[in-house]
């Protein structure tokens, strides 16, 4: 039996919707301009590494009174609830199933955001399991993380089939070196940088991922 595993945020889920809509609304509680929204985007587009860290630099930017603990956990309440997936992306997963895959999903990231975002959206009855970093204690690109999260979906770690993302450094590199074969969601169709090791091939969504997978 095959078995795909897939990444969360901007994978699985518009996040980068989700953060927009997010940062909309943060702008105008806060009484600030379009300027924020603008700040907002292109830090988030340039940042790595675990989230609440940026809300020290959020809270200096724009010298707000809240904690940027305060911030970091009304961000991680409001943004499942903004998570949205594509409808061709659930359909293509239920496809997925129907052609006897396994499916799994490995997410860096708070236990509870990214529980409430696997739950809100309907991705908890399309899979057989997953694991998010918060709650094993293991981060992608670790490839323990990979393994675990297929002796939750109920296959032994040395039958991997693939990972899919949209990180080549957390994903494609992450899943290489557990032995996965890997896609890339890649809509803006970027070039691999020369430095880094490139995916078995790259779609620009879920859907096409899925496809190809069940096309062979």
């Known amino acids: 039996m095959p078995l795909a595993l897939f990444d969360l945020d901007d994978t699985l889920i518009d996040h980068r919707a989700a953060f927009r809509a997010w940062a909309e609304e943060f702008a105008a509680e806060h009484g600030l301009g379009s300027e924020c929204v603008s700040w907002l985007l292109t830090v988030r ?3 790595s590494g675990p989230k609440d860290r940026l809300f020290f630099s959020v809270r200096d930017e724009f010298d707000l009174a809240e904690s940027a603990d305060h911030l970091w956990r009304q961000y991680r309440r409001r943004i499942p609830e903004l998570a949205t997936c594509r409808s061709e992306d659930l359909e293509a997963l239920e496809q997925l199933r129907g052609a006897g895959w396994r499916i799994g999903i490995v997410t860096n990231g708070m236990a ?3 529980l409430a975002k696997i739950n809100r959206t ?67 169709q970027c070039d691999v940088p020369s430095d880094q090791h490139g995916p078995d091939f790259a779609v620009a969504s879920v859907a096409e991922a899925v496809q190809r997978l069940i096309d062979g």
């Open 112 to 114: 509870d955001n990214q």
């Open 45 to 47: 587009a340039d940042y």
């Open 122 to 188: 309907g991705l908890a009855k399309l899979v057989d399991a997953w694991c998010v970093s918060d709650e094993v204690g293991l981060r992608k690109p670790d490839p323990r993380i990979f393994h675990l999260t297929a002796q939750r979906c109920g296959m032994p770690a040395d039958h991997i089939s693939w990972m899919i993302g949209d990180s080549l450094t957390l994903d494609i590199a992450g899943g290489r070196a557990a032995g996965l074969r890997t896609v890339w969601i890649n809509p803006s």
